[in-house]
């Protein structure tokens, strides 16, 4: 391993591991009327049709929720992911969209912003992200984007 390839991977250690590593709340300061789970797994959860395209490692990878709840991620497998925003897209880029900040928290924890959840370590739970207006929410791991874990939020 080189020392870019090491320093690289130091980090993602790092940040999924200290303080300011995951988001510790919803950013808007609301309170949420319900929050959904979304399991994250590319060895459990396989390849789904969803509306935006083929999905994989989140269960579910499609899901409908209200205004004014809350959805977070939690890691169930044994490797690193990310559940962080595609905005914009309607449908997933055939190329991932990401860059290395996809392993930091996004800058907000509202659904309709550039959220993410930064890395999640096995067992970590996210944030709870906002469903702060209606639409449907493309997003996907860093990790994994070329091999097809995406999902999508639909807000009503």
Partial sequence: MNARSAAIATALLLSGCTAGGIN???????????????????????????????GLGYSPDAVTVAVGSGVRFVNVDNTSHTATAIPGA??????????FAATQPGATDDISGNWGAGVLQPGQAS??????QPGEYLYGCFFHYSGGMRGVIGAK
């Fill in 24 to 54: 510790s709340g919803t950013g808007s300061g609301a309170s949420v009327s319900s929050v959904t789970t979304i399991d994250v797994s590319i060895a459990a959860f396989g390849a789904r049709s969803t509306p935006a395209g083929t």
């Fill in 90 to 99: 309607s449908t997933f880029p055939a190329q991932s969209p990401f860059t």
């Fill in 127 to 132: 944030a709870v992200f906002l469903i702060d």
